[in-house]
């Protein structure tokens, strides 16, 4: 079952912007962390960055630090991704997902094995 609906994708030039919504459906677990992962075609997948729901603690690989961040609305139940800078490397296909068990890290690995419920994804282009 999907557990998420992802949304904000579309295609946009080099340099430009998009925020993408992560927001759980049906019954709301009470997940521990939201983590955003990518796939592009041919490639595997990359966990991009993720936050605990506890603390707010964030984490970002390194190719999009100081490019995106990782924010949470409680009141609209909702988790984004504010991605600035865009490049064409960015194109894939943008999957959140969430984590109900307690960690020490909201990321180990790029699969994302921790995480056991996903979204059907939404589809990022940078493209001039």
């Known amino acids: 079952q999907l557990r998420f609906v992802e949304s904000g994708g579309g295609v946009v030039p080099p340099g430009g912007s998009l925020r993408l919504s992560c927001t759980p459906t049906?019954?709301?677990?009470?997940?521990?962390?939201i983590g955003w992962f990518r796939q592009a075609p041919g490639r595997s997948r990359e966990g991009v960055s993720c936050?605990?729901?506890?603390?707010?603690?964030?984490y970002y690989r390194d190719s999009v630090k100081g490019r995106f961040t990782i924010s949470r609305d409680n009141a609209k139940n909702t988790v984004y991704l504010q991605m600035n800078s865009l490049k064409p490397e960015d194109t894939a296909i943008y999957y959140c997902?969430?984590?109900?068990?307690?960690?020490?890290?909201?990321?180990?690995?790029?699969?994302?094995?921790?995480?056991?419920?996903w979204g059907q994804g939404t589809q990022v282009t940078v493209s001039s």
């Open positions: 936050i605990f729901t506890s603390n707010s603690t964030t």
């Open positions: 997902a969430g984590d109900i068990v307690s960690r020490d890290h909201c990321m180990y690995n790029d699969y994302g094995d921790e995480y056991d419920y």
């Open positions: 049906g019954f709301a677990l009470n997940y521990r962390a």
